[in-house]
Structures are given as C-alpha cells and as structure tokens.
C-alpha cells in the first residue's frame, strides 16, 4: 500500500513550502522535494528493498512447505552390471553332500536394470497443520518488518533534508552579515587612511570579517556533507548532484503546539512485530501438543525389471517383470522420555516472556511519548526565545552600525554588536533544526508518522 508520509510542520511558523504545479512540472531529474525524496528512498534505499525481499521470500518459503502436504512423484531407472555375480551359500545336504557344509552357487545374470515410478501422499501431520499457520504468520512478520523500516527510512531521510535545508539558511544570513560588515569594514579603513579613526578599529573589524569568510567556509562544507547523508539516506549516489525544490519558511503566526496525543500502539511496527511474535509462541505450543497425534502417509510403486546375460535391453522378445505395490505408514510415539512435555513447557515460558516483552513496550510507549512532549516543548519554548533574541540582536547591530556611521559610537560596540548577532542566528537554526527533529519523534512515537 502507497503511503503518504504526513508531516506537518506549521508549528511557530517553521515548514517547508513546496514548488507550485506548473514549475514541478519542469523540474530537473536530480530535484526532490521532501515527499519526493522519502518516495525515491522507498523504491532505492538497499536496507528497504532487502526488507521488501524478505517478504517475497517468505511468500516463497510459504508455497515450499504448503509443496510437503501435495502428492510426491518420483521417477527412478537403475543399471547394474555385476563384474562378479553375487554367490549364495546352499546346503550341500540338498544335492547329496554331508549336513552341515554348503555349496557356493551364483544366481542372477549379469546386467540388471530396474525402471519405475513412486508416488507417496501424506494424509495427516499435525506439523504440516501448523507449520502452515506459522508460514502465514511469518509473511506477515516480515510485512511488519518492511513498515517499519519504511516509518524509519522517513525519519532519517525526513531529519537529513532538513539539516541540508537548515544549513542553505544559514548560508543566506552569512553572505548578509559579510556584505553588511564588509561595508562597515572598507568605511573604517578609509577612515582610518584619512585618519579619522585608528588602525585597531580597522584590524578588529577585519578580525570579524575573516571569522564571518571562515565561518562560511565551514558551513558550505558542511551543506555537501549533509547533501552527501541525504543521498546516502534515499539510496541515491553520492557523486550526482542533488537540488531540494522544498524551502525553509519561517513565520510568525503559524504556531502550533504538540501536545495530548494519544500514543497508538497499533499503528507502531514494534507492538505490531511483538504482537505477531505471540502468535507464534501460540502456534508454536499448539504444534508440541499436537505432535502426540500419530503422523498417516500413503504410497505407491510400480515398476518394470529386467534381466539378461548380454546387453540387450531394447529387445522386445525378451521380457521385463512389472512390481507394483501400496502402502501406508502410521508412525506415532509411545514414549519419548518426556521430551516433547519439557519442549511444552520450554514453549510456554517463552511466551510468558513475549507477555513481559509487550508490558514493557507498552510502558516504554508511554515514557517514549511523554520524553517527545517534553523535547517538543523545550524546542518550542527554545525557538521562541532565540528568535526574539536574534531580532533583538539585529536591531542592537542596526543602532551600533547607525551610531557609528553617525560618529557617537564605538567600533568595539559594532564587533560586539555583530558577534552577538552571529551567535544569535547560529542559535536560532540551531532551535529551528532541533523543533523539526522533534516534531518527528514525537510522530514517530504516538504512531502516525506513516500512514
């Protein structure tokens, strides 16, 4: 089933807006949206496809054991040519010799060949009963398996394009603050050349500027590492370029909040796995005690032997002897030292603990979903505050770089100004990235990352 991975992120006004219609339309072969690029993971990533694999296998694995319970037919043709008939002992009280001795004798030619069929059916086996309930169940664990690493596969593709998204921010208020102090910076030095101001305004300012040329050095570094997580994460290879059409919006009245979610333990793959693995157990248990019930197979031979002193199989004038036969087995146990009790009982407790292992999931669900609440709110209330305090530290840059150029401030006030400034917009990505992280583990926790 197509899935859509729902992530809605209008919460104080971080999302991502999408190209319209008409320009997707005309996008290039290496651009992805978000969507896109969670949908190009799915038919590429290695780990999903193995996982997609698996479920055929089992399918596979399903149709070979349900092979056991259809008839088996089996062809044979053998050939002998004994180089030395076998001997028989006989009596040689037979043939008027003395009691107790015996004459070696020969019987038999020297080619033999037997040809034939045999056909064999079993009528009843309590394992071939459950073992085909257990095949089913184990299609289904690996149906379980592909979804959650689809829910996975959206986390880390989802959390990877954002990180290159939030990077490509950063980028944009570096080149503004560079042109911005560049500005300030060739003022002060020609100021300085007429000598208005001294030569450490100057230095200091150009100490800020290379930070800044550094700092953005680093960043765009950075963005090719994080482009390079993305390809990996989608599957995709990581020497071909890659464009994002998504953008990072930022406004200030789309707050909002995460919170009374309800954790839906059936919609998260690992309840789901454990849930499956105690039927199982179940069947598991069942297959034991039936296995007190006798086992009913019939078969069947027929065939045609011949015998000759020479080689001479196709001649027709000779003849070949027909064996047919039919038969059935029953094999049932009358005492085997209670090993298939204590197997029982060895199956029993395993489900006991598959029991515990859904308490503590259940519980751990809960903790899970509530540490999310908790990191969603700190990164809500953490954004808040550094995107006041990034505008806060815009204007004081804005009214030392005004004082300055006005003459009634001081170069240091306008590094000062300006470090605040850097640090305060790194912070604010900073939130920004962590708010979306959180938005998807919280998903992720209540159970309706995908759907």
């Not at 993971?41 to 596979?60: C, G, I, M, R, T």
């Not at 994080?226 to 370029?241: C, P, R, T, V, W």
Request: proline share 2%; glycine share 6%.
């Amino acid at each position: 089933m197509k899935h859509k991975a729902i992530l809605p992120l209008l919460f104080f006004g971080v999302g991502i807006t999408s190209l319209n219609a008409q320009e997707a339309g005309t996008q290039n072969s290496n651009s992805f949206s978000l969507q896109q690029a969670i949908d190009y993971s799915l038919k590429n990533s290695p780990n999903y496809l193995n996982a997609q694999y698996d479920v055929e296998s089992a399918d596979y694995r399903r149709k070979e054991l349900l092979g056991v319970g259809l008839p088996q037919i089996n062809g044979s043709v053998d050939f002998k040519d004994y180089l030395d008939i076998p001997t028989s002992l006989l009596p040689a009280q037979i043939f008027g010799g003395p009691a107790g001795s015996f004459i070696p004798v020969k019987f038999g030619t020297k080619y033999n060949s037997t040809a034939g069929l045999s056909a064999s059916q079993l009528v009843f086996s309590s394992d071939y009963i459950v073992g085909l309930s257990a095949a089913k169940e184990l299609i289904n664990l690996a149906r379980i398996n592909v979804y959650r690493n689809k829910a996975d596969l959206a986390s880390a593709v989802s959390k990877a394009y954002y990180n290159v998204l939030v990077n490509k921010e950063r980028i944009k208020l570096l080149d503004a603050n560079i042109a911005r102090l560049k500005k300030v910076f060739d003022d002060t030095k020609a100021s300085n050349q007429q000598g208005f101001v001294e030569l450490i305004d100057v230095e200091r300012l150009e100490v800020q500027y290379n930070n800044l040329i550094t700092e953005k050095e680093k960043t765009t570094r950075l963005i090719s590492l994080s482009e390079n997580l993305l390809k990996f994460q989608m599957g995709y290879k990581i020497h071909d370029a890659v464009t994002l059409s998504d953008s990072l919006s930022v406004k200030a009245d789309d707050a909002g909040v995460v919170g009374n979610g309800k954790t839906d333990l059936t919609n998260r793959p690992d309840y789901q796995l454990l849930q499956l693995q105690q039927k199982i157990y179940h069947l598991d248990i069942k297959r034991q005690r039936l296995g007190y019930l006798p086992t009913l197979g019939i078969y069947g031979s027929y065939q045609y032997n011949a015998q000759r002193q020479k080689f001479d199989f196709t001649d027709q004038s000779q003849k070949w002897f027909k064996i047919s036969l039919i038969g059935a087995t029953l094999n049932f146990s009358l005492f085997d030292g209670l090993q298939r009790h204590n197997r029982i009982q060895q199956a029993r407790i395993t489900m006991l603990k598959g029991e515990n292992s859904i308490k503590n999931l259940e519980l751990a669900a809960e903790l899970e979903t509530s540490m999310a609440e908790i990191s969603y709110a700190n990164a809500y209330a953490s954004l808040q505050t550094q995107k006041k305090n990034m505008e806060l530290a815009q204007h004081v840059f804005d009214v030392s770089q005004k004082k300055y150029t006005q003459g009634v401030g001081s170069n240091l006030e306008i590094t000062t100004a300006e470090t605040s400034l850097k640090e305060a917009q790194t912070n604010f990505y900073n939130s920004v990235y962590d708010m979306l992280v959180a938005r998807i583990d919280y998903q992720k926790a209540i159970g309706t990352l995908i759907k």
